[in-house]
């Protein structure tokens, strides 16, 4: 696999006027993973944007080395074609790769219209194109969303191999997600300073073990 | 890269011309017929008048019916997320809109332009302003394309944005319509120079214009 490096440092997100997050750095390079952890709207899905570059960062910057793929709540296929129709379009546009229908229990929806199918097959149709794309960055957003045990458990089996391949794997989720070595960033929210920012507030970064604190600035993971 | 746009043309012509539950290619060609048809019923059977301005009403029917596919041509991607995934490959948004400008072109302007057939005999042209025509659409339809797909990047994500871009486009529309039209009376050649540069300029500005429009839309 080629070469990969993922490396934030200072990041800061802002939505309209509320600021979600800031001084958030990381750096992971091959075989590591990170899971990013905190309630619904804390800022999880906006990280992820923002790693994969398709958000502006508000304050601070992102490295990236190597191809990004992305898994998100949307399947990227299109609603209307057979499922291997839809995924061969993506196939012909990342170059051949191998069929991995079977091995993600989908072969028998090979000739589904994608807009058919249940949430669960969705998100596997979506891991059907990501492995297609033979990416080395990985960015999971709530990747378990809609799976069952067995296909959440094949999800953290993917990234596992995908990791010791030698790719990188960041994984958005409230979920628990196995996997061994996976570091974890828990975004929180604290309370606005005593200075007082309006409807402002602010949330830390810190690894999991740590309680999080209100300070403003945290040390990245390395 | 030839290959990644080819198979973006592909994909685009499927979703134009099929239209997917959303009319496709054939409805702005009815649309345009129900024009060409509805017009002498509204003015009279005065074949002299009719042939007079028969070919000014193709050129505001063929203008609607450019109108009518715009709210498929950006937002649905947008909202499937293709954007995003073509932005990590490193496909440019400016190359996705310039396929998209050929796409848009080659589902609607060829079969305008038979329709365009039709629609002169039930209007009563002669075959010297059908040609006039004809001609004008092959130079004007292009700038049609070209400003449809960028007016759909512009307003794709607003609420509504449907029937913004058709109001949008409309008065950017004019310049083609004045030139084109105008070609039909005395300097005919002139006209059809000149809409043909207009097309140009509008075609050049898309690709440019359309994708920093998606790229806005991202954030």
Request: aromatic share 4%; with cysteine; glycine share 12%.
């Amino acid at each position: 696999m080629q070469d990969c490096r993922l490396d934030a440092r200072d990041l800061a997100c802002r939505r309209g006027d509320r600021l979600l997050f800031e001084g958030l750095s990381l750096a992971l390079g091959p075989g590591e993973a990170l899971r990013i952890e905190g309630p619904n709207g804390i800022g999880k899905s906006s990280l992820i944007r923002i790693l994969a570059g398709l958000l502006p960062s508000f304050e601070g910057r992102v490295e990236r080395v190597g191809g990004v793929g992305l898994i998100d709540e949307r399947p990227v296929l299109d609603p209307q074609l057979p499922l291997a129709r839809a995924l061969s379009f993506w196939r012909r546009i990342d170059g051949a790769g191998d069929d991995q229908l079977a091995r993600l229990g989908l072969a028998g929806l090979a000739d589904v219209p994608v807009r058919y199918l249940s949430t669960g097959q969705r998100m596997r149709a979506a891991f059907a194109r990501l492995l297609g794309q033979r990416a080395p960055v990985w960015l999971l957003d709530e990747p378990l969303n809609g799976l069952d045990d067995a296909a959440a458990r094949l999800v953290e089996t993917l990234a596992a191999e995908h990791c010791a391949a030698g790719g990188l794997c960041v994984v958005a989720s409230h979920q628990p997600f196995a996997l061994n070595g996976m570091r974890t960033i828990t975004l929180t929210a604290f309370s606005p300073p005593a200075s007082g920012r309006g409807r402002e507030w602010v949330c830390a970064a810190g690894e999991e073990d740590e309680h999080p604190s209100p300070a403003r600035e945290r040390e990245g993971l390395r | 890269m030839t290959r990644t746009l080819i198979t973006l043309l592909r994909r685009d012509l499927a979703m134009l011309l099929v239209g997917n539950r959303r009319g496709g290619a054939m409805l702005p060609i009815l649309f345009f017929l129900a024009v060409a048809m509805l017009y002498p019923f509204a003015v009279g059977p005065d074949a002299a008048l009719l042939t007079r301005t028969g070919g000014g009403v193709i050129w505001v029917a063929a203008l609607l019916a450019a109108i009518l596919p715009l709210d498929r041509l950006i937002e649905p991607d947008i909202e499937l997320g293709m954007f995003d995934q073509w932005a990590l490959r490193g496909i440019a948004e400016e190359w996705i809109v310039a396929v998209r400008v050929l796409a848009h072109w080659l589902s609607f302007a060829p079969t305008l332009m038979l329709a365009t057939l039709p629609a002169s005999a039930l209007l009563g042209i002669d075959a010297h302003t059908l040609r006039l025509v004809e001609l004008g659409l092959l130079a004007g339809t292009p700038g049609l394309a070209a400003l449809g797909v960028t007016v759909a990047a512009l307003t794709a994500g607003l609420g509504g944005g449907a029937a913004l871009a058709g109001l949008l486009v409309i008065p950017l529309a004019v310049p083609l319509l004045i030139f084109g039209a105008g070609s039909l009376t005395a300097d005919g050649p002139s006209g059809l120079a000149l809409t043909a540069a207009v097309s140009l300029v509008l075609l050049a500005l898309a690709p440019f214009a359309g994708g920093a429009a998606v790229r806005g839309a991202r954030a």
